[in-house]
Nanobody, 115 residues
């Protein structure tokens, strides 16, 4: 299963970015799609998780109210809309796809928040 992220870049504090993650798997084989991030010198942390069976989307406390994760089931694609970005949001953002095939990660996309 291939996992491809896109949409990172450089943005000023208070700005917005939208990340995309596409998975090359059958929809019925995917259990969840998640966004993680890893800042320099820090551990990788969960940002948001969506379950394909429905239910609530889980968010890290640090992004609640600013980030919104959504899913296009037909395209096996998830998005992460990031608003009111802060310098501490700077990190490499990874997409993680879990299913009956196991767990696959994307290559990551860099998000830099700086003036």
């Amino acid at each position: 299963v291939q996992v491809v992220e896109s949409g990172g870049g450089l943005v000023q504090p208070g700005g917005s970015l939208r990340l995309s993650c596409a998975a090359s798997a059958f929809t019925f084989s995917i259990y969840s799609m998640s966004w993680y991030r890893q800042a320099p010198g820090k551990e990788r942390e969960l940002v948001a998780r969506l379950f394909t069976g429905g239910g609530n989307t889980n968010y890290a406390d640090s992004v609640k109210g600013r980030f919104t994760a959504s899913r296009d089931s037909a395209r096996n694609t998830v998005y992460l809309q990031m608003n009111s970005l802060k310098p501490e949001d700077t990190a490499v953002y990874y997409c993680r796809v879990a299913g009956n095939f196991g767990i696959n990660w994307g290559q990551g996309t860099q998000v830099t928040v700086s003036s």
